[in-house]
């Protein structure tokens, strides 16, 4: 630990105790436990810290709940764990409730004109880059007007699936088309 002999659980029963420079320390020892975990599964971007901070609030508002006698690690990892879950929730529901949608990007692209046609045409050549089931996704629900569900039943999928692979051809049709 940085600059001290004791363990998070002495440094925690002694903030607990109103030691400000303990619960200071055990904040700033606690950050450089988790830092390396939340990189593994957050990356080494400002998500990282934003959710390390939310950890440290919420240890902050949970603290009178830890008990002495129980270790302290397993404590704040369950804390870190419900936080990194909430984070993917978060950006998961985030991507589901504001999907790509494809007329707004054909809107965009409509008036330039690349060198090998207009944009609408480089939109339906840049579907043969895209892997067979998401262009047969893509053609289903944006050319021939089928909803996720009913897409999912013609292909055999749930619906979910179509979802999902429908965005990631989002995703792929979008940088392709970032390069016009």
């Avoid at 004791?6 to 320390?25: H, K, R, S």
């Avoid at 944006?142 to 990631?168: F, I, P, Q, S």
């Avoid at 989002?170 to 940088?175: D, E, F, P, V």
Wanted: proline share 4%.
């Amino acid at each position: 630990m940085a600059e001290s002999d004791l363990t998070f659980e002495q440094l925690m029963q002694q903030a607990q105790q109103g030691d400000a420079t303990a619960y200071a320390a055990l904040l700033r020892d606690t950050a450089l436990m988790l830092r390396p975990y939340l990189r593994k599964w957050l990356g080494s971007g400002h998500d990282a810290e934003d959710v390390l901070q939310e950890i440290l609030i919420s240890l902050h508002k949970a603290r009178h709940t830890y008990d002495g006698n129980r270790p302290y690690k397993p404590w704040i990892l369950a804390i870190a764990r419900f936080r990194v879950a909430e984070y993917w929730r978060r950006a998961y529901a985030d991507r589901l409730r504001h999907p790509v949608d494809l007329a707004e990007i054909e809107n965009k692209v409509a008036a330039p004109v690349t060198e090998n046609g207009s944009a609408y045409e480089y939109l339906f050549e840049s579907l043969k880059a895209l892997p067979p089931k998401q262009a047969d996704i893509i053609r289903l629900m944006h050319v021939d007007g089928y909803t996720a569900r009913e897409a999912a039943a013609r292909l055999g999928m749930k619906e979910n699936a179509v979802k999902v692979a429908a965005h990631r051809a989002y995703k792929i049709l979008r940088r392709k088309l970032e390069d016009i």
